[in-house]
């Protein structure tokens, strides 16, 4: 197995952008009528060949180098948010470096697809801190900028160090994991107990879990796990890991389900018109956020 260090450019960067991974995730959860919205699914691509090679790829490496002790290096690294501190407006222009031509669907940047899902929030009359939630839950992929590989970043979380689900996407290409055969990682339970709560397990490494660590101390508890657990599909749309759940990750989990189709189905073409809506948004940073974000 080469080692994650010696990656070659098309082991780090496997996706022509990180929407493919998001696209992918449309085509899987086709279900735009659970919200406001006339759109057709079809409408939210136009890829002539769908990167579904790329998106393969993609998860081979996922699946392969998410190991746990990965992420337990990972989590040394980045949450001691000591590489930048930044104030909110300047991290989304930051975060906006990885605008990507590639995306036919509607050439919107990163925080265009931010704005498209809280407005789409507000619009149906949520709280401010749901508001809020949609306007960061992507924040965290600026990892890409710290150098991380993109399957370092973005993709479907799963938990590491116990057995994995088959309701994961591309379960086979787990087999590479060196997790996968070894004895204190691959049962049904692995390093955890039953019921110990997801707030002790360790998710792969990704977007996700960066974000929530970022916003912790600033938002409500149901809005913590719409942005940590967004994109653990295998939970919060395919039921998977009841064995790891305690009461309260059952009973936030309507708030995690509540927020999904806000991030998949609020794409838009039309960019929102941000010179309205910046005095919102201000008070609502202001209300919520520090002055300077830490990363
Ligand atoms: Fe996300
Ligand atoms: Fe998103």
Redesign the pocket.
């Known amino acids: 197995m080469t080692p994650v260090n010696k990656l070659t450019e098309a082991e780090i960067n496997p996706l022509q952008s990180l929407d493919e991974w998001?696209d992918d995730v449309l085509e899987r959860y086709p279900d735009p009528e659970s919200i406001a919205t006339s759109r057709k699914t079809e409408e939210y691509r136009n890829y002539e060949t769908p990167g579904r090679d790329t998106v393969k790829e993609f998860y081979r490496l996922n699946h392969t180098y998410q190991t746990y002790d990965f992420v337990q290096e990972k989590k040394n690294d980045y949450l001691k948010f000591d590489k930048k501190e930044m104030p909110v407006w300047d991290a989304f222009q930051f975060l906006n470096q990885l605008v990507d031509d590639s995306d036919p669907d509607t050439d919107l940047d990163q925080f265009q697809?931010?704005l498209q899902?809280s407005e789409a929030i507000r619009a149906d009359g949520h709280p401010d801190w749901m508001v809020m939630v949609g306007l960061m839950?992507?924040m965290g992929k600026v990892l890409c900028l710290f150098g991380e590989p993109q399957w370092a970043v973005v993709g479907d979380t799963f938990p590491v160090g116990c057995a994995y689900s088959n309701k994961i996407v591309y379960p086979e290409f787990f087999s590479n994991n060196p997790d996968y055969s070894d004895e204190r990682y691959n049962t049904k339970y692995g390093v955890y107990t039953h019921g110990c709560g997801l707030r002790n397990v360790d998710m792969s490494w990704g977007h996700d879990e960066y974000v929530y660590q970022m916003m912790k101390n600033h938002l409500p508890e149901s809005g913590l796990y719409m942005l940590r657990y967004?994109s653990f599909y295998a939970w919060h749309r395919e039921g998977e890991y009841d064995h790891l759940l305690d009461d309260h990750d059952r009973e936030m989990l309507k708030w995690v389900k509540l927020f999904n189709p806000y991030?998949?189905y609020s794409k838009n073409p039309t960019p929102p018109d941000w010179s309205k809506l910046r005095p919102y948004y201000q008070e609502l940073a202001d209300k919520y956020l520090p002055a300077k974000l830490r990363f």
């Open positions: 998001e697809h931010l899902t839950h992507d967004h991030d998949l």
